[in-house]
């Protein structure tokens, strides 16, 4: 960003862009002609000895001037922002459509129902909070709320718009270049108001099929149906409170990330080696009788919650 206080990187953007400057332009100008005048007759017309202040009533040219002046200019500027508010309303023609619902406090991504966005069990593509587009692409924005009222805004790109529970409403956007772009929810919506982010990725044509695909195999991995029990055992348990498993709910800082755990070489910090399911079975059956002092406690599962876990966290490579 350079030294003016918006950088629009996209159409709709630049369209917000140009109201701006006018309307400031203008507002500079009557800031001059207001203070200007006030000084000058401030100066002018002090009281000074010798002389007498000229009584008289009106100025019916100077009256005229300044009411009808500014009338003109409020209609022109409601005008150009009706113009603006239909620019930005437009979302015909777009080359993709995206479902974004806010909810405290993240933003969640659907896309559309198209067969490139299609999984395995036959739902579609979600994200959360980063949304994906195609550079020089429109792309409509659905907006809706499952709670409470936000505001969906990526300023350099344009087009803020509120997302309202129990409705729908439209804006569109688009952007010049690839890159990622920063947006923030702007309607205060409660205490994580502040965190609740949006990541735009513009991504040239064959990058976008690229992201596709490898969105898709990760959504299928998560997904598939051999290991979704276990993932949502473990999503329910008291796991998620210690552990990370980057793209769910697991967020927990307490113990190790186990986003890639099939992958690592051990666990249990090192007492048991390889990561296979006979050692992650034997781990969470009962941390501390293989490391005594861990953490980690015995959570009592039974043996079929294990099975079903230990199926999951194998899948995570
Ligand atoms: Cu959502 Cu503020």
Excluded at 35 to 49: E, H, Q, T, V
Excluded at 200 to 210: G, Q
């Amino acid at each position: 960003m350079g030294p003016w206080p918006n950088d629009p990187l996209g159409p709709q953007a630049r369209s917000s862009a140009e109201i701006y400057w006018i309307m400031f332009v203008a507002a500079i100008v009557v800031l001059a002609i207001v203070d200007g005048g006030l000084i000058y007759a401030g100066i002018k017309f002090r009281d000074r000895p010798g002389h007498t202040a000229k009584q008289f009533h009106g100025h019916n040219t100077l009256e005229l001037l300044w009411t009808v002046v500014p009338t003109i200019m409020v209609i022109s500027f409601s005008v150009l922002s009706f113009q603006k508010l239909n620019v930005m309303n437009d979302t015909s023609g777009a080359g993709l459509t995206v479902n974004v619902q806010g909810q405290q406090w993240t933003w969640v991504m659907n896309y559309p129902k198209e067969d490139r966005f299609k999984l395995t069990d036959g739902t579609y593509l979600q994200g959360a909070q980063e949304l994906h587009i195609p550079v020089n692409t429109k792309v409509h924005i659905q907006l809706s709320s499952k709670d409470v009222i936000h505001s969906f805004w990526v300023p350099n790109i344009g087009g803020k718009k509120d997302a309202v529970p129990g409705r729908n409403t439209d804006l569109w956007i688009q952007a010049d270049k690839p890159g990622t772009y920063k947006g923030q929810c702007f309607e205060f919506c409660g205490t994580g108001h502040a965190d609740m982010l949006i990541t735009l990725v513009v991504h040239t044509p064959d990058d976008y099929a690229t992201w596709i695909k490898g969105a898709l195999a990760e959504a299928n991995r998560l997904n598939d149906p051999a290991t979704k029990k276990g993932r949502e055992t473990f999503l329910s348990l008291a796991c998620v409170g210690c552990h990370t498993v980057q793209g769910t709910v697991a967020q927990g800082k307490v113990g190790p990330e186990l986003t890639h755990v099939a992958s690592k070489k051990s666990i249990a910090g090192g007492l048991l080696s390889p990561v296979n399911e006979e050692n992650l079975t034997r781990w969470i059956h009962n941390p501390p009788a293989v490391k005594p002092g861990t953490l980690m406690p015995n959570l009592n599962l039974s043996d079929e919650q294990i099975h079903d876990i230990v199926q999951w966290l194998l899948t995570l490579k």
